[in-house]
């Protein structure tokens, strides 16, 4: 049985590295006792802002086993976005690495089907479900217990060798595998770079994020107005944010990542900042026809240009 879990679990390994992922760890699927009081305290201090969902399926949050059913395995997955693309006019409104091409969650999806099709096909027939930000899962914390990295005290997660500008998605099968070393070191050391230069002083701890703070919540998750005491804080970013990401000494490691659907619109990093500021809605849906952009809409975009220019 160690034997066939071993072949299985390499098996998966493998068609995921097929499939262009960068990392693949696989841990035991139960309770995740560390986080319950982490995740608990910061829903306390209300740092979900807007993100009401985040209150829901605490139990789901924190036991995989309750999403599928028999489930005794979690695959956590990463696939990188990371480019060394920049817009063309430095002073445009900025947009995050990860929403310059398709958007990563049908991208994702899409491949998660394909890897569970193939073990399906290799190994027999296996009940599991595919996860990209879908559902009330801790991706952080069961990449870490898979050994993927650690996480920094920015909050994401980081590994050692390919830094963080990759996706975790998940798969949790009711399938046994042979599973890998939790990650235990913490390589952040006293460096605080991210906690110095995040725009909007979110990050309140090491390891501890205000997300009602952060520029990413402010720019794509908060429907209402952007709250005054943002003004001239935003860094000129109008979707998402990568400053704690830029200023990580393990960014440095960043590769290049090699998924077409990633590939820029060709529009997208020519724009000038009166190109930007003055955009109508059959741009948007043009440039945005497949990205993650489209989740806050041409309204909530061009509500980020306007306070941006505003401040």
């Known amino acids: ?23 693949c760890g696989i841990a035991k699927a139960e309770f995740l006792e560390e986080e319950a009081p982490r995740l608990e305290n910061w829903l306390k201090n209300s740092m979900q802002g807007e993100m009401h969902y985040m209150e829901n399926y605490f139990d789901k949050r924190l036991d995989p086993r309750l999403l599928v059913e028999n489930a005794r395995s979690m695959i956590s997955l990463g696939l990188n976005y990371y480019t060394d693309l920049v817009q063309s006019d430095p002073s445009a409104p900025k947009i995050s690495k990860y929403a310059y091409g398709a958007d990563y969650h049908k991208v994702i999806k899409s491949k998660l089907k394909q890897l569970l099709d193939v073990i399906n096909e290799k190994i027999g027939e296996v009940n599991g479900r595919a996860f990209v930000d879908s559902a009330p899962i801790l991706d952080k914390a069961w990449a870490k217990r898979s050994g993927l990295g650690w996480i920094g005290k920015n909050t994401n997660l980081i590994n050692t060798q390919k830094g963080s500008f990759f996706f975790l998605a998940e798969l949790i099968v009711d399938l046994e595998l042979d599973y890998d070393v939790a990650a235990t070191a913490d390589h952040c050391g006293t460096c605080t770079r991210c906690i ?18 952060c520029i990413s919540y402010l720019t794509i998750e908060l429907k ?6 943002f003004k001239g804080k935003m860094d000129n970013w109008m979707f998402g944010c990568d400053v704690c990401q830029e200023v990580c000494p393990w960014n440095r490691f960043s590769v290049l990542n090699r998924e077409p659907a990633f590939e820029p619109h060709p529009d997208l990093l020519q724009m000038s900042k009166s190109e930007w500021q003055d955009i109508s809605e059959d741009v948007f849906q043009r440039v945005f026809k497949n990205s993650a952009v489209k989740r806050t809409k041409f309204t909530g975009l061009k509500r980020n240009i306007d306070f941006l220019g505003n401040s």
């Open 1 to 23: 049985m160690q034997q066939s879990k071993q072949s299985y679990s390499k098996l998966i390994k493998s068609e995921a590295k097929k499939l262009g992922f960068l990392f």
């Open 196 to 213: 110095d230069a995040c725009p909007t002083e979110a990050i309140v701890a090491p390891y501890v994020v205000d997300g009602s703070r």
């Open 224 to 229: 209402e107005q952007l709250p005054a005491e």
